[in-house]
Structures are given as C-alpha cells and as structure tokens.
C-alpha cells in the first residue's frame, strides 16, 4: 500500500506564494508519474500540473502556466509544487495523486493512489 499526504495549504492574499509538498509512504514503488489535482467548490476536479517519474517531462494547465512549479525529489519521496502570483480562482483543494506509469496524464481516471487533499484559500 502506498501513502500520499500533502501539507503547506492555507491562507494567502492574491499576488503571494505557497508551496505544496506530498509525501509518498509504504510501497512507493506502486507510484512513478505524480500529478496535483484541484476542487474548488461546486465544480469538478481540475488537473494543474504533472511530472514523470525522473522529472524530465512536466505538464502544466494553461490557467497556471508561468505562476505554478512542478517538482519532485525521488530520494525524500516528495513532490512539490510552487504557487507563486496566486489568485483568488485558484482557491480549492488540492490532491496529489500518482499512478505506476512513468509519464502524468490530465485525465485524473489514470491515477491510482489519491492523497486527503489540502486546502489553499486566496483572499482579494
């Protein structure tokens, strides 16, 4: 069984930063490509941003190109990504999730193994 747990959400002011980290526990073997997901209220699940196991190959949602980071160190086990310029849109919860293959995909249906998820609220 495989293990993910984000933290770093919280309460942030339009035009500030936060970083979001996942830690992968137990068989982290079961997950290579991660992905970070987003839920605001009321609407579906949104992918925002991708990174394949080695970390040579990322993908990013137009709506967070150029402010969002994706990032990854395989010997820690994390996954990052870096919100920087936010806005009060991207307020939502954010998952982490992974899957065994080595490349993410933006259909969250490839993705096996889901973290709780973390809040991030951006005030105007």
């Known amino acids: 069984q495989v293990t993910l747990v984000e933290s770093g959400g919280g309460l942030v002011q339009a035009g500030g930063s936060l970083r979001l980290s996942c830690a992968i526990s137990?068989?982290?073997?079961?997950?290579?490509?991660m992905a970070w997901v987003r839920q605001s209220a009321g609407k579906e699940r949104e992918f925002v941003s991708g990174?394949?196991?080695?970390?040579?190959?990322?993908d990013v949602a137009e709506s967070v190109k150029g402010r969002f980071f994706v990032s990854r160190d395989n010997a820690k086990n994390e996954a990052y990504l870096e919100m920087d310029i936010l806005k009060p849109e991207d307020t939502a919860v954010y998952y982490c999730?992974?899957?065994?293959?080595?490349?993410?995909?933006?259909?969250?249906?490839?993705?096996?193994?889901w973290g709780e998820g973390t809040q991030v609220t951006v005030s105007s």
């Open positions: 137990g068989r982290t073997d079961y997950v290579a490509a």
């Open positions: 990174i394949s196991y080695n970390g040579g190959y990322t």
């Open positions: 999730a992974g899957h065994s293959r080595g490349y993410p995909s933006q259909g969250e249906e490839h993705y096996t193994t």
